[in-house]
């Protein structure tokens, strides 16, 4: 992780100091360097870098970035348990990614949003019926999408899900 860090800081660099600045580029370099902070726990430096890739994805047009960033923002206040703030932000970020039906990102935020409730099912003590239902549509944008990885991530959802309604057959496939 550390060498992934450096690697998108000296992009990143390279980016800001060209001439004219690539916005697009700085954006895809923030959020290479936020998820390796949500990856590492670093959550507060998470936010700092996905705000920063947020602000230059808008000022470059830059739909694909400005949803990771927004996304990593939610994992960022998922991770720092500041769940109200989490949920705006994959809201927010599923709605821009539903409005050019870009599927990978929807089941990328969806998985999130699933995760997002399955944390506070446990620690309210309640089912975890509303993250299946979130990662049960992640599943099926992954599909259509062909992303084997989110389709694998929403199905591990779905089963622990699953466990946390204490119906564990309905994690099965």
């Not at 580029?25 to 890739?53: D, M, P, Q």
């Not at 446990?122 to 099926?140: E, H, I, N, R, W």
Request: hydrophobic share 40%; charged share 25%; glycine share 8%.
């Amino acid at each position: 992780m550390r060498q992934a860090a450096e690697d998108y800081r000296r992009a990143y660099r390279i980016c800001r100091f060209s001439c004219p600045p690539m916005r697009d580029e700085l954006a895809a370099n923030l959020a290479g360097l936020s998820t390796v902070s949500v990856e590492t726990y670093r959550f507060k430096h998470a936010l700092r870098f996905a705000r920063c890739g947020l602000h230059q994805s808008r000022r470059a047009h830059d739909l694909r970035h400005e949803i990771a960033s927004e996304r990593l923002i939610g994992a960022a206040h998922r991770g720092l348990g500041n769940y109200d703030d989490a949920r705006e932000h994959l809201e927010r970020a599923n709605e821009l990614a539903k409005q050019e039906d870009l599927l990978v990102e929807m089941a990328q935020v969806l998985i999130l949003l699933g995760w997002l409730d399955y944390d506070l099912a446990l620690l309210k003590m309640f089912g975890g019926g509303k993250a299946k239902a979130y990662f049960v549509q992640a599943t099926a944008q992954a599909r259509r999408a062909g992303d084997t990885y989110c389709m694998l991530e929403a199905n591990a959802g779905i089963g622990w899900a699953a466990l946390a309604t204490g119906q564990p057959k309905e994690g099965l496939w």
